[in-house]
């Protein structure tokens, strides 16, 4: 299993609730963090990390680069240094979505699936989870529960996209794991199987 | 509360604010008429401003006849503080440099930015943080660095009298490490006279404050051996002023045409005080070109002669020829040490890299913009280090937090 263990902040927590928060994040666009990415935050005064899902990135407004993109002409060498400043250095105001997905303790093995007891607490810092944190959230298909009941969220893109990455994972059992994964779909989306094919179309697609 | 709408393109928009603007409406009235009659009496100080300046004596007979003030500069107060000619060049006449190949150049852009002490936060501290961008032109991505201070300590907090410290001791303090951090990071750029470092702060390079106290003293002999440190770095420093107000040319000119017995009595009656220096380059300068040379013999700079930094200045207008800015021109002063002038060292590039700098930002250096972005303490910032502060106050046993009055302007700020 490849290890990304190496701690990457994103941001503080601008607002949150229990279904979610955002953060607000001024980062070099290599580090913008993707869509499905899992990353977590401390709550209940750094007793427990709750994990949650990016499903959306917001790019702000950012006047100095409005005024830049009048005066600038991409390809010609009179502005190379600028463009590759804006591009490698420059960072970029963004917000940043997560859907809570569940919530562990630091001597409990074990992690509770659904929505946490209490949001994290605005300012607090946000890192995209190791890739070994990943593969023990997702050893159980109930890491997607809250993502099903949450009808605020791209969720029938969200879960795919959280499936795949968390797939090579678990690497000796690729298959079983996305084979457990869409029998849970199967048993939790029944009675909805026009959204159940279109979740697993994604899956079988990828 | 006041309900405005306002006229626009598409649907229209209603403002709420708190400001009775309606109750205002005479003194809005009033300040647009004062503005219109000062542009007009400014329109004629210029065309009176316009022939002196075409009728100016060469650079050593105007020197020659404001020596009378110079004398008196250097002793007597009120002092005049005009400018004087810093070089035989002709005073009068703007200087236009073709865009050179900037190729090996370093620009260094350097501007900082800081959290004052406040009595109602949740701990007495301050914060400095100087924030610089390496331009090196070889089409790469520009280096960053940021340096920061924390000042916590009582001795740090407070001046000879006690007092908390203010605004002005920190603007020193700020201004000191921004030519130091401009000096360690020109040691380590500066590779030999094919590739000239400049160095630009946000701001003069001439000190700014009067001397008052030891400390000033102090402050003002440390940033002398900043600015030695980057000279000795092979590095130019380059102070960067934008809408410059003063007017030392503009009092030049009127002592130009004073009667050298009149010099003593009549500088201060100067007929062109509607003017600044900007507005008058404004007139007088084509996009793209400068001013010669000038320095100004006020205290300050004497004490920076005193230390082999004497600080001259020109003013350039930073809009292209190329550049449609709805006929705005952008006039900035700029300013250097004698030495940089006098010596071997390249400045000959460095009108062409400022008019380069401006023309992507519209008239203001991309290297200082970016340096001011790098600097900048925000809000969320300093959230954070208060969050942490808190903390760290919190596993000592201590229980902080800011000052009811502070946390009540925080909720109504957020309106």
Redesign the interface.
Known sequence: MPSTSKVIAIGNVLRADIRGFVIASRIPEPEVPTFGTFVRAPIQHDRAQLIGLVYDIRLQDDPFLRNLAVTVRSGDPAFDEIIADQRDNRVIPVEISVASVAYHYPDDPQCRYGLPPQPPMILHQITVCASEEVHRITRSPDFMRALLDNRDIPADELIPTALLRAAPLHAKAEYDFLLDAGRYLARNLGRDPARLERILQRIAWA | MCVQQLAGSGAPHIMVTMLRIERLRNDIAELSRLAATAQRRQLEAVQLARRWWDELPDAVDLRTHLEPLLQESAGMAPSWSGGVPATIAPPGEPVSRPITDLKGLIAIGVDGSQIFPDRHALALYYLIQVGA?I????????G?EVREWLHYKEEELFDEQDYLIGSEALGQERMIKEMEVLAELSATEYQGPDSPVLGLTDGPLLWPYVQRGRSTGEKLGTYMKALKSVQASGAIPVGYVDRPGGRPLLDMLWASRLAGEDLGEKWSENPLQPLDDEILMMHLLAPGEHTTWFTRPIPTNTRHAGAGQEIWFCYQRLDGPDQARGGHPTIARIEVPSWAVIGEAPLAPMHAMLL?QA????GYP?VL??AH?EALVTT?DK??LE?SIQRELFGAGIWARASDKARQKLLLGRR
């Open positions: 961008v331009f090196r032109y070889n089409g790469g991505a520009p960053v380069h023309e992507a930002l519209d991309y913009a970016r972005e969320l959230a954070a969050q």
